[in-house]
């Protein structure tokens, strides 16, 4: 953890040094004596980090070297305030009179830094004394290692012995994994069972293999446990004893003591002989270099044999190239019925929960999300509570964060969750522990979360990537370990939001507030440190009155908060403030605090009431973020352009209006095309002649990845276009006409950015442009009031990675027809507002994939789609606002040849606009008996996919 911290630290100092320090010549020698200092601690701290968790001497040393990194970067940070001060005075007096004081400042921060120098010698002599006998240190940790390991192989055993008796929600996957075993290909197959710990996948797999159809398959079969200290040429020899006992051969002379590579020729040896059926189980997975040393020694017999791995990382079987096809089962938690059942057997001994114990229990459930080892754990504690002593069961609820700590029966559950934890690299490390910020149960939107780690400093640097790229590249890691889980995704497949399961922020929370590395602060639970780096208020009142600094802070998170909370956090000092997060607060007004924070790299006021923003904004110089996405902020001032830095600039909302979805931008009267390091710019709006020059301005921004322009006039087209050829980087793209009669004249742009994934056109086209048709890696295409004259069916249907599609009176049809062949991998597409339009045809072969098919507001359209029985992968179906005739096709009865033609879809949904709000009706695959539907209603105000 300390590594992150001394390598953002040096990344920050050189650029010091080189920048401002050779302008000043004050106070060089400091500084470069800290940079040596700080590169000798480095290099011990990798591995350091490994040794943490397990040697007292180590965890204390890092503790020091952390500490100390952050009062050299809150120096530095001074110094560097101090400097833009006199450069940003205004008047000679008043410049003079600020360079006095500053230098006065000046002096006093260096003689600060010389205090340090000492305080690093004595950390680097202990530091020398720790690694001098390095090998004896690591011997010692090895050890250390080793005794955690054994006890961490006693609970792998654990779960080896589980009595199926004992079991909840298990035979649904076991079934599924037998048949995977038992049928299928007769060329070799891995098949990964993935999830987060605690989830069972070993006592799943451990049912799998005892199966009697599965031994009946199988001659030989091997189990061999992959611990994170194995070495291979144990697990090589553990496999070659159990493969040769499943054919009773005798081990040859010396092969328990032949090398790896001779081990791993006998295993194949014995495996290629009579050509008999294997299963090998590789249980828990962590490493790539053993499974791939493991994976050498299996030959790929073609005659149905079969690997089975277990696994945290999604990743791992894929990435090591093996030569056998795989499949992949998803571990998913138990559902709530099944959590109850498992809760109840092991609280309880197979009773009923107590009436008056329900709602506690309930809340506990809560908490465990559907994880058997824990259910199982947490009923140990509770059974022997008195289910008299109401007190007893809400007391381990509140405080389950320090049970989970302290209590001896739920150590095995913190030793499983925080195995994940300990196994990531220390730039991951970082990032994981940051998500601690957030609260429990929140769903988090993937870019924040990017945004964030950047602004924070988290992100190494990789040439041909930027931060954002790298840092996705960061979740991606926490997200193939199953640290992070999915909460949804896009049309297209990426990751929109994610979150971190309940009982894992159990285990971060403290591990963050040890390090100092962030406190969360709850309602009514006491303060926090005097040297906070990070803090997160949780529904707190009244919190910043208390006498505590805050003049470290770094980043502030608000959630939930009042707006007198608001304003008390923002009247301490908090010069040194790298990331504002106030998404959701209620304030109204810009607040003032914020522009003395010159440090500032992310401000998000998302989702306040804020109307304008002052033009001293230019003062934030070192801003990369600035989200004011769902404000009511319509206008910058021409000072915006002051922020070279800026990178994400948000500034759009949405309004819903009967069924109508408006999207609203930002004017500025400065030019957009200073701001040189833009990535996203959402959404400028250019109605006016004065905005013709940020139109041309925009070609300037060859860092965008996103555009969204609006109110655009059809004499602006080809300028437009002549900008957006230069953005050879953008991926996605959002153009919306002055008005819905307002023609988008997008011809001219004979050479489109070849990376554009996502394009949202509104407003009349006439003529589909046609470099639309040209771009390969097209994924997403929304075309709303086009007016075309000419069906574009024909030239969008060869696109090769064309996802999605919605067409909001494009065309005037009256017969739509679906060609074969054609949208190969559409899989989801969305048809509204066409007036004229009586017949829907789907040709066989046509759009193979489609999995959701949304029809809205064509008052013609009285037939189901002809050919709709040959969408053989679609999941929904939905019609809102359709003739009464259509809708009533879709109602089950066996009688209804029409309906017979969707029987198959297992989600059905149609729907009226009624008094502000949606009717609607949902036609369901029954989940108990497969083929029997359900039907229920709801009402809704949420618009459908089509507006969004």
């Known amino acids: 953890m300390a590594e992150g911290a001394v390598l953002y630290l040096l990344s920050k100092l050189e650029s010091f040094v080189e920048i401002v320090v050779q302008q000043q010549r004050e106070g060089h020698e400091e500084w470069m004596s800290l940079i040596r200092e700080f ?51 205004e008047g000679f007096l008043r410049m003079i009179q600020t360079s006095v004081r500053n230098r006065k400042a000046r002096h006093r921060l260096i003689s600060a830094m010389k205090s340090i120098s000492p305080r690093i010698k004595s950390i680097c002599e202990g530091q020398q004394r720790l690694f001098d006998g390095f090998g004896t240190t690591e011997r010692g940790s090895s050890s250390t290692s080793s005794y955690e390991d054994n006890k961490w192989q006693d609970h792998r055993g654990d779960a080896l012995l589980v009595e199926k008796s004992d079991l909840v929600g298990i035979e649904e996957p076991k079934k599924e994994l037998v048949e995977w075993l038992v049928q299928g290909a007769s060329q070799c197959q891995v098949i990964s069972v993935v999830g987060m710990g605690g989830l069972g996948k070993t006592t799943l797999v451990k049912q799998v293999y005892d199966d009697p159809a599965v031994k009946k398959r199988f001659t030989v079969r091997a189990w061999v446990t992959l611990s994170p200290s194995s070495r291979t040429d144990e697990l090589l020899s553990d496999m070659l004893r159990q493969v040769a006992s499943s054919i009773t051969k005798t081990l040859p002379s010396g092969a328990e003591t032949s090398k790896s590579s001779c081990v791993r020729m006998m295993i194949k040896d014995f495996l290629r002989e009579r050509r008999l059926k294997y299963l090998i189980v590789l249980d828990d997975v962590w490493d790539m270099n053993k499974w791939d040393a493991v994976k050498c020694a299996i030959p790929n ?59 506690i229990c309930r809340q506990i459930l809560k908490k465990c999300e559907g994880l058997p080892l824990a259910i199982v754990a947490i009923s140990g504690v509770l059974a022997t509570k008195d289910i008299r002593r109401i007190d007893e069961w809400e007391l381990v609820l509140r405080s389950l964060r320090s049970e989970i700590d302290g209590n001896e029966k739920l150590k095995n559950l913190k ?50 990537k930027t931060l954002e790229e790298v840092a996705e590249d960061y979740l991606d890691e926490l997200l193939n370990r199953s640290l992070i889980q999915v909460a949804e995704t896009t049309s297209d497949g990426r990751v929109k939001k994610c979150r971190v399961h309940d009982l894992l922020l159990e285990i971060i929370i403290p591990k963050a507030r040890d390090q100092n590395y962030a406190i969360i602060v709850h309602e009514h639970r006491g303060p926090w440190p005097e040297r906070a780096r990070r803090l997160s208020i949780h529904k707190a009142f009244q919190i910043a009155r208390e006498s505590r600094s805050l003049s470290c802070l770094r980043s502030l998170f608000m959630f939930g ?69 769902d404000t009511r902020v319509i206008a910058l001032p021409v000072e915006i352009a002051k922020l070279q830095q800026l990178r994400h600039l948000l500034v759009y909302r949405y309004e819903n209006i009967s069924y109508t979805h408006n999207k609203y931008g930002f004017k500025t009267p400065a030019d957009i095309g200073a701001l040189q390091s833009l990535q996203k710019l959402c959404h400028i709006e250019v109605d006016d002649e004065r905005d013709g020059r940020n139109i041309t301005g925009l070609g300037k921004l060859n860092q965008l990845r996103r555009l969204g322009v609006l109110r655009l006039r059809r004499e602006d087209g080809r300028n437009l276009c002549s900008s957006i050829a230069k953005l050879t980087n953008l991926s996605s793209l959002a153009v919306f006409a002055f008005t819905d009669d307002e023609e988008i004249d997008l011809h001219h742009l004979s050479s489109p950015p070849q990376l554009l994934q996502r394009i949202f056109l ?28 000419d069906d574009p069916l024909e030239s969008l249907q060869n696109l090769p990675s064309l996802v999605h599609l919605v067409l909001l009176h494009a065309y005037n049809w009256q017969t739509l027809c679906f060609k074969a062949k054609g949208f190969m991998k559409l899989k989801i597409l969305g048809l509204d507002r066409f ?59 066996e009688q209804n040849k029409d309906y017979q033609k969707v029987a198959h879809v297992p989600e059905i949904r149609y729907a009226y606009w009624r008094e502000q709000g949606w009717d609607v009706t949902s036609v369901e695959t029954s989940v108990e008996e497969e083929g029997s539907r359900s039907q229920s209603s709801s009402r809704s105000n949420e618009l459908p996919p089509c507006w969004k």
């Open 415 to 464: 030793q499983v969750l925080s195995l994940s934890f300990s196994d990531l690299p220390y730039y991951l490390k970082s990032c994981f522990l940051h998500l601690s910020i957030f609260p429990e149960a929140l769903v988090v939107e993937r870019m924040r979360i990017i945004r964030l780690w950047v602004a924070e400093g988290f992100v190494e640097r990789k040439e041909g």
């Open 301 to 359: 017999t073609n005659n149905g044999s079969r690997i089975m791995v277990t696994t945290r990382k999604s990743d791992l079987v894929s990435a090591s190239g093996t030569e056998c096809a795989g499949k992949v089962y998803n571990m998913k938690p138990l559902s709530s019925e099944q959590s109850h059942e498992l809760f109840c057997r092991k609280t309880f001994k197979e009773k009923a929960c107590p009436s008056h114990l329900e709602e």
């Open 835 to 893: 007036e004229e339009l009586e017949f829907i045809q789907v040709e066989k072969g046509a759009m193979p994939c489609l999995e959701k098919l949304m029809i809205l507001r064509c008052k013609l359209l009285k037939d189901l789609p002809l050919g709709i029985e040959h969408l053989n992968m679609l999941k929904v179906l939905e019609f809102f606002e359709l003739p009464c005739e259509l809708v009533q096709k879709l109602k089950p009865d």
């Open 39 to 89: 590169e000798r601690i480095k290099a011990f701290l990798k591995a350091a980090d490994s040794m943490e968790e397990c040697n007292e001497e180590v965890k204390v040393w890092v503790k020091q070297v952390r500490e100390i990194a952050y009062e050299a970067e809150d120096l530095l940070d001074e110094y560097t305030q101090l400097s833009a001060q006199d450069h940003q005075t």
């Open 561 to 629: 908060v009042d707006e007198s909370c608001v304003v008390d956090a923002l009247s301490s000092e908090l010069n040194l403030l790298s990331v504002l997060d106030l998404e959701h607060a209620p304030v109204s007004r810009f607040p003032g605090q914020v522009l003395n924070m010159k440090c500032l790299r992310f401000l998000s006021l998302r989702s306040s009431r804020i109307r304008t923003i002052p033009s001293s904004i230019g003062n934030l110089q070192n801003l990369e973020t600035l989200d004011l996405k």
């Open 762 to 789: 509104r407003g009349h086209l006439r003529t589909l442009p046609s470099w639309i048709a040209n771009l390969h890696n097209l994924v997403k295409l929304c075309l709303r009031m086009s007016c075309l004259r």
